[in-house]
């Protein structure tokens, strides 16, 4: 059995501009993680709901700024 090498790609995420590695090559949208799971969770307001895109990244503005005030970032 031949065990082929797994390559270690670095990009260079979209959203964020941090770097992340991955295992294949990519072709399309170039998102770290973080930045994945982030929008998995958001579509489904977009899509299922009926709430434009405007209308999340408000109503989520409003619901993530005085934690963000806190902690100062």
Do not use: D
């Not at 295992?23 to 489904?44: A, M, Q, V, Y």
């Amino acid at each position: 059995m031949v065990q082929s090498k797994k390559v270690e790609l670095v990009y260079r995420c979209e959203c964020c501009e941090g770097e992340f590695t991955s295992h294949k090559t990519r072709s399309g949208e170039k998102l770290c993680g973080n930045c994945i799971e982030i929008r998995r969770c958001l579509r489904p307001f977009i899509e299922k709901r009926g709430l434009t895109a405007g209308q999340v990244l408000t109503r989520a503005g409003k619901l993530l700024l005085p934690e963000a005030e806190q902690r100062k970032y």
